[in-house]
């Protein structure tokens, strides 16, 4: 007959098996390569069971020497809020037992103070507030320095000689956590070489390429390898909007999908957002409303339970204002509670992807890389860059040697005058005399015959007033005589002397009549005071009408200008006072006959530009009116033969007015418009250069009517362009060097 082991007996064997299988597996966990934090999730669950303790937590010394929480299990249902000051004094205890040197375990009873410390007056003493056994185990190093505490709460139930023995076994489980800090600078050095490599491999493999579809490819693939997310998804932004280049796992991004294009608008919103987004289930309303419109549709696309889209910006990205050049999007469905690994991870990916995502973007900017790559096989062909640009500018000076004396371009030859009526006028005094007043504005319109000048001259007035003393000397001589004749029995002989008296009387007084009206007419004087006028000289027959007027006369209009019946026409037929206002320049001067007054041009009439062409440019002109080809002909009738033809050659010309610099207008100038004479240029004293005298006729048929009002300004400047024939391009656009060279250096020898 067998006998049973007492009850007492079979429950200290299964509770010495419980803790030697927690010490097997914690010397397991300590050597292991398990993050900190899930070593001590698993650490503290393994703790707790193996003495069936209610509750328990980790703490671990921050970098900065204070304590926080690692891990911890039901650490609220052991009561340090219930009573005032409980989580106080439970600090106070966590405090003085880790900075106990040497450092030991501690078992606080419940409603227990630490022993042995005598707190300073007002401090908040070091106790145990609940109604659980509070035991602690310092987590050491190898210099024994305390890294952080092992606390254990059990209920009181238990016999009081077990709580040293779990005393004993929670400062036996401090001593592998201990150990796993002691091997985690190895695993942690094993670790960051195994991830170095991994960074380094994936750099090359981004770097690698330079096409952005690819280099997108393997940083989503790649880098979610990496950062151990779900998914990971790559844009690119190229002008003003972002495309998503890549999304790991897919072969293709189908751009018209509704994830994609939810995916592309929450990329353009975050890139104006300039920031990076994180979502972890919870809704921000501190974003902005765009972003948080693009975040919600995407969501309703997508559910993941971490979300970061993160901007990443090169360094050569200057502009700060402006959105980065890529952006990445994270996916995580089933996050670890703790993300801040993930999210290094991710910045890691960033930091690498930024570069190699910013130089296939700017590539793909550069237009005609077809022509490029042929130019770089070139390149290494010849043997290197420098060859390369040797030979390049050798063969490009070649063929712009071959270009200049092969290629034949236009010769232009630059001119400037002013822009006149065809039919200009001057106001001469027609008789020596003093100026009294000029009784027209520089503008007016004035008719053939107007009195322009009213003027005075004292030996004129001498002249008429001796003819009228003569006229009436004559008369009343005449009138003596008349009355003599009338006398009866007068003899003979004294009638007949009377009435010679009376004819030579008669005869003078013609003459002094005559005189005083050939004055009259010839000097325009109205009246005998001395005063005369310079009058405007008569419009004649050959003055015609610009053709753009025509329609603005009857239909009887002669174009010869003889019908000056019209009133129309006689508005037309007018001259315009060109001159500036001379009243205070002329008023009281002496003036002589061959000297101006007044300057008045036919605006109404045919216009002109009047060119002072340089002489060093009129035998290019020369040599085109010789040359075939050079010069064009027309045909107009001629002026000596009746019903015949003759050619007149001519070149064209561009103009350009002052008035209208942005527009050039076609004209010509003919070879008999040209002076035969060169003249100083006496009215542009920068240059000593004599000039030739040329007249161009402009065409304007393409100019609006409001253009041809600000053309038709007498004396505004015109610039002119001569087209002289075609010469090889060398020399119509360098002439004027050659010719300073010939005349400085070859021509001096």
């Known amino acids: 007959m067998s006998s049973q082991p007492p009850a007492e007996t079979t429950d200290r064997g299964r509770f010495n098996r419980r803790i030697d299988d927690a010490f097997e597996e914690a010397s397991r966990l300590a050597g292991s390569a398990l993050p900190p934090t899930d070593f001590y999730d698993k650490f503290l ?94 987590i050491i190093d ?46 942690q050095s094993a670790g960051a070489e195994r991830t170095f490599s991994q960074v380094e491999a994936f750099s090359r493999l981004i770097h690698g390429t330079l096409n952005p579809t690819e280099c997108a490819y393997h940083v989503a693939n790649e880098g979610r390898r990496l950062v151990e997310c779900d998914r990971l998804c790559v844009g690119v932004r190229h002008g003003r909007y972002s495309t998503v280049e890549a999304v790991s796992g897919a072969d293709v991004v189908e751009k018209a999908s509704t994830h994609v294009r939810r995916m592309k608008k929450l990329f353009d919103a975050v890139l104006k957002f300039n920031d990076k987004l994180i ?19 995407y969501l309703a696309e997508s559910q993941p339970k971490l979300l970061v889209v993160q901007p990443i910006r090169d360094e050569r990205e200057k502009d700060e204002k402006k959105p980065a050049r890529s952006v990445l999007l994270l996916e995580t469905f089933n996050p670890p509670e703790n993300t801040q690994p993930i999210l290094a991870r991710l910045d890691v990916v960033a930091k690498h992807a930024a570069s190699a995502l910013y130089n296939a973007a700017e590539l793909k900017k550069i237009p005609m890389k077809w022509a490029w790559r042929p130019m770089v096989a070139l390149q290494e062909g010849l043997g290197g860059k420098a060859r390369a640009i040797v030979y390049g500018v050798i063969a490009g000076i070649f063929l712009l040697l071959i270009c200049m004396t092969l290629i034949p371009y236009p010769l232009k030859l630059d001119a400037k005058g002013q822009y006149q009526p065809e039919k200009v006028v001057q106001v001469f005094p027609p008789y020596a005399g003093e100026v009294i007043y000029i009784q027209v504005t520089p503008g007016e319109n004035v008719a053939g015959g107007y009195s322009a000048v009213k003027m005075h001259n004292g030996e004129l007035l ?3 007033s001796n003819l009228i003393v003569e006229e009436r000397t004559q008369t009343a001589s005449i009138g003596i005589l008349d009355q003599q004749l009338k006398q009866p029995g007068l003899p003979p002989g004294t009638e007949v002397e009377l009435k010679k008296q009376k004819a030579e009387a008669q005869s003078k007084l013609d003459g002094a009549m005559a005189m005083q009206k050939v004055y009259r007419d010839l000097y325009n004087m109205p009246g005998n005071d001395g005063f005369f006028y310079a009058k405007v000289p008569m419009i004649g027959a050959d003055y015609v009408i610009r053709p753009e007027l025509m329609p603005q006369l009857p239909s009887r209009y002669d174009p010869t200008g003889k019908d000056l019946l019209s009133e129309e026409l006689q508005k037309l037929m007018k001259f315009k006072v060109l001159s500036q206002d001379k009243n205070d320049e002329l008023k009281h001067r002496t003036v002589r006959p061959n000297e101006p007054l007044l300057r008045l041009g036919f605006v109404n009439g045919n216009w002109r530009g009047e060119l002072k062409i340089p002489q060093r440019n009129i035998g290019h002109i020369a040599r085109a009116f010789a040359v075939e ?11 000596t033969q009746l019903g015949a033809k003759e050619k007149k050659k001519y070149l064209d010309v561009d103009v350009l007015f002052s008035s209208s610099p942005d ?22 004293h920068n240059e000593s250069e004599p000039v030739v005298i ?37 020399y119509s656009l360098f002439h004027g060097v050659w010719e300073w060279f010939y005349e400085k250096v070859i021509f001096f020898f």
């Open 462 to 464: 001498q002249k008429i």
């Open 663 to 684: 527009t050039s207008y076609p004209g010509r100038i003919y070879e008999a418009d040209i002076s035969g004479e060169a003249v100083p240029n006496r009215d542009d």
């Open 279 to 297: 979502f972890t289930g919870e809704r921000d309303d501190a974003l902005p409303p765009d972003v948080l419109h693009a975040l919600d549709e």
């Open 142 to 187: 190898k210099e024994q320095k305390s890294l952080g505490l092992l606390e254990v709460f059990h209920t009181p139930d238990q016999e009081p000689r077990l709580y040293q023995t779990y005393l004993q076994y929670t400062l036996q489980m401090a001593g592998y956590a201990s150990q796993y800090h002691t091997f985690t600078g190895p695993r």
């Open 629 to 639: 080809g050079h010069h064009k002909v027309e045909e107009v009738p001629s002026q």
């Open 45 to 138: 669950n393994l703790t707790l069971n193996a003495i069936s303790a209610p509750a328990g937590a980790v703490w671990l010394r921050t970098p900065q020497g204070f304590l926080q929480v690692a891990c911890q299990a039901n650490l609220e249902k052991v009561g340090l809020d219930e009573k005032r000051g409980g989580r106080q004094c439970h600090n106070e205890v966590l405090r003085q037992v880790f900075q106990a040197a040497p450092p030991r375990p501690v078992m606080l009873e419940p409603q227990g103070r630490l022993s042995g410390v005598n707190p300073e007056p007002g401090s908040v003493p070091a106790a145990n507030l609940t109604d659980y056994y509070a035991l602690f185990a310092p």
């Open 694 to 730: 040329a007249y161009v006729k402009v065409n304007l048929d393409t100019a609006t009517p409001a253009e041809l009002r600000s053309l038709y300004v007498a004396g505004q400047e015109v610039r002119v362009k001569i087209k002289c024939g075609s010469r090889a391009m060398g």
